[in-house]
């Protein structure tokens, strides 16, 4: 499975952001997908994850604030009131076994997006 993401960049805080991911060489309604940032010097972190029924998880920091969703052919993080804390890269995994539940475990997933970055500036 290939991933890719787009929508990343720079926006002050309070501000808001769409990401983008596209999954290609599986059926995409049938994959788990997640959401995952690493901001410089820490850990990757779970944001978000939604599987082939829609069901969605979501980090406690994300909850009131993000919101994950799917069509058919991507799935999208949209990030509102974004803070200077949320500046990281952004990663699109996808896990290539259809028809499981998403994962707050970033090593469930086995196809990784290369990471866009949002930068939220104070």
């Known amino acids: 499975v290939q991933v890719v993401e787009s929508g990343g960049g720079l926006v002050q805080d309070g501000g808001s952001l769409r990401l983008s991911c596209a999954a290609s060489?599986?059926?995409?309604?049938?994959?788990?997908m997640g959401w995952f940032r690493q901001a410089p010097g820490k850990d990757r972190e779970f944001v978000a994850g939604?599987?082939?029924?829609?069901s969605i998880k979501l980090h406690d920091a994300a909850k009131g604030r993000f919101a994950i969703s799917r069509d058919h052919l991507r799935v999208y993080l949209q990030m509102n009131s974004l803070k200077p804390e949320d500046t990281a890269v952004y990663y699109c995994?996808?896990?290539?076994?259809?028809?499981?539940?998403?994962?707050?475990?970033?090593?469930?997933?086995?196809?990784w997006g290369q990471g866009t970055q949002v930068t939220v500036s104070s």
């Open positions: 995994a996808a896990r290539s076994l259809g028809y499981v539940e998403s994962s707050m475990d970033s090593e469930d997933y086995d196809s």
């Open positions: 060489g599986r059926t995409f309604t049938a994959l788990a």
């Open positions: 939604i599987d082939w029924r829609g």
